[in-house]
Protein backbone atom coordinates (compact mmCIF):
# COMPACT_ATOMS: atom_id res chain seq x y z
CA UNK A 1 0.00 0.00 0.00
CA UNK A 2 1.78 3.44 -1.14
CA UNK A 3 1.05 6.87 1.02
CA UNK A 4 -1.46 9.22 -1.25
CA UNK A 5 0.43 11.52 -3.31
CA UNK A 6 0.00 15.55 -3.53
CA UNK A 7 -0.47 17.56 -6.20
CA UNK A 8 3.04 17.15 -6.92
CA UNK A 9 3.17 13.99 -7.17
CA UNK A 10 4.83 13.29 -3.51
CA UNK A 11 3.63 11.00 -0.71
CA UNK A 12 5.66 13.43 2.21
CA UNK A 13 4.57 16.33 3.33
CA UNK A 14 7.31 17.93 4.44
CA UNK A 15 9.05 16.99 1.22
CA UNK A 16 6.13 18.45 -0.86
CA UNK A 17 6.46 21.95 1.26
CA UNK A 18 10.34 21.84 1.22
CA UNK A 19 10.22 22.01 -2.86
CA UNK A 20 7.99 24.71 -2.40
CA UNK A 21 9.33 26.89 -0.48
CA UNK A 22 11.96 29.31 -1.66
CA UNK A 23 15.63 29.20 -0.19
CA UNK A 24 16.19 32.02 1.99
CA UNK A 25 19.54 33.38 2.20
CA UNK A 26 21.67 33.79 5.38
CA UNK A 27 23.38 37.24 5.84
CA UNK A 28 25.98 38.25 8.05
CA UNK A 29 26.44 41.61 9.85
CA UNK A 30 28.90 42.67 11.67
CA UNK A 31 28.63 45.06 14.88
CA UNK A 32 27.61 48.61 13.67
CA UNK A 33 26.35 47.43 9.99
CA UNK A 34 23.33 49.03 9.22
CA UNK A 35 20.79 46.91 8.01
CA UNK A 36 17.96 49.69 6.91
CA UNK A 37 17.52 53.34 7.28
CA UNK A 38 14.29 55.07 8.33
CA UNK A 39 12.67 56.34 5.26
CA UNK A 40 13.85 54.28 2.72
CA UNK A 41 11.81 51.77 0.45
CA UNK A 42 11.58 48.43 1.94
CA UNK A 43 12.38 45.44 -0.31
CA UNK A 44 13.67 42.55 2.16
CA UNK A 45 12.99 41.53 6.10
CA UNK A 46 15.67 39.64 8.00
CA UNK A 47 15.06 36.43 10.39
CA UNK A 48 17.90 37.01 13.30
CA UNK A 49 19.25 33.82 13.75
CA UNK A 50 22.17 35.03 15.69
CA UNK A 51 23.53 38.63 17.55
CA UNK A 52 21.28 41.34 18.85
CA UNK A 53 19.68 44.09 16.42
CA UNK A 54 19.10 47.65 17.48
CA UNK A 55 16.09 49.80 16.56
CA UNK A 56 16.08 53.37 16.50
CA UNK A 57 14.16 56.10 15.49
CA UNK A 58 14.09 59.99 15.14
CA UNK A 59 10.81 61.86 16.49
CA UNK A 60 11.12 65.99 16.96
CA UNK A 61 15.18 65.80 15.80
CA UNK A 62 15.94 62.95 18.58
CA UNK A 63 17.07 59.41 17.94
CA UNK A 64 15.55 57.15 20.45
CA UNK A 65 15.26 53.16 20.69
CA UNK A 66 12.20 51.42 19.53
CA UNK A 67 13.29 47.60 20.27
CA UNK A 68 16.65 45.52 20.77
CA UNK A 69 15.80 41.99 18.82
CA UNK A 70 17.46 38.55 19.03
CA UNK A 71 17.41 35.60 17.89
CA UNK A 72 14.24 33.90 16.23
CA UNK A 73 13.18 37.73 15.94
CA UNK A 74 12.00 39.34 12.80
CA UNK A 75 13.17 42.74 11.73
CA UNK A 76 11.77 44.59 9.08
CA UNK A 77 8.54 42.90 8.04
CA UNK A 78 6.26 45.73 8.66
CA UNK A 79 7.14 47.62 5.24
CA UNK A 80 7.37 44.21 3.50
CA UNK A 81 3.64 43.86 4.26
CA UNK A 82 2.22 47.26 3.99
CA UNK A 83 4.60 48.66 1.23
CA UNK A 84 5.63 51.29 3.28
CA UNK A 85 8.58 53.11 3.69
CA UNK A 86 10.97 52.23 6.50
CA UNK A 87 9.69 53.84 9.57
CA UNK A 88 13.11 53.17 11.71
CA UNK A 89 16.41 52.48 11.45
CA UNK A 90 18.14 48.42 12.30
CA UNK A 91 21.52 48.42 13.25
CA UNK A 92 23.73 45.54 14.50
CA UNK A 93 25.11 45.74 18.11
CA UNK A 94 27.11 42.59 17.35
CA UNK A 95 28.03 40.23 14.41
CA UNK A 96 24.65 39.11 13.94
CA UNK A 97 23.42 36.34 11.83
CA UNK A 98 20.56 37.13 9.98
CA UNK A 99 17.71 34.85 7.75
CA UNK A 100 17.21 37.22 4.35
CA UNK A 101 13.73 37.33 3.26
CA UNK A 102 12.67 39.30 0.13
CA UNK A 103 9.83 41.00 -1.16
CA UNK A 104 9.59 39.03 -3.54
CA UNK A 105 9.81 35.97 -1.59
CA UNK A 106 7.40 37.49 0.87
CA UNK A 107 4.88 38.02 -1.50
CA UNK A 108 4.91 34.35 -2.89
CA UNK A 109 4.32 33.13 0.24
CA UNK A 110 2.04 35.43 2.13
CA UNK A 111 -0.30 35.15 -1.82
CA UNK A 112 -0.15 30.94 -0.85
CA UNK A 113 -1.82 31.95 1.93
CA UNK A 114 -6.32 32.52 1.93
CA UNK A 115 -7.57 35.97 1.23
CA UNK A 116 -8.94 36.26 4.79
CA UNK A 117 -5.23 35.70 6.56
CA UNK A 118 -3.48 37.70 4.14
CA UNK A 119 -5.92 40.74 4.77
CA UNK A 120 -5.45 40.20 8.35
CA UNK A 121 -1.98 40.36 7.83
CA UNK A 122 -2.05 43.71 6.57
CA UNK A 123 -4.45 45.39 8.95
CA UNK A 124 -2.64 43.99 11.62
CA UNK A 125 0.32 45.57 10.33
CA UNK A 126 -1.11 48.51 9.57
CA UNK A 127 -2.75 49.28 13.07
CA UNK A 128 0.92 48.27 14.50
CA UNK A 129 2.78 50.77 12.39
CA UNK A 130 0.18 53.48 13.53
CA UNK A 131 0.08 52.57 17.12
CA UNK A 132 3.79 52.83 16.89
CA UNK A 133 3.91 56.22 15.20
CA UNK A 134 1.55 57.32 18.17
CA UNK A 135 3.45 56.07 21.12
CA UNK A 136 6.95 58.10 19.40
CA UNK A 137 5.61 60.99 18.70
CA UNK A 138 4.23 62.07 21.82
Not at 34 to 39: D, K, N, T
Amino acid sequence: MTAPKDDDGTSDHREARAVRTPRLKPIVFNAGDILFEEGETADKAYVIQSGSILITAIRDGVEIEIARLGRGEFVGEMALVDDAPRSATAIAEETSECILLTKTTFDKILGRADVVTAALIRLLAKRLRDLTGRVTSG
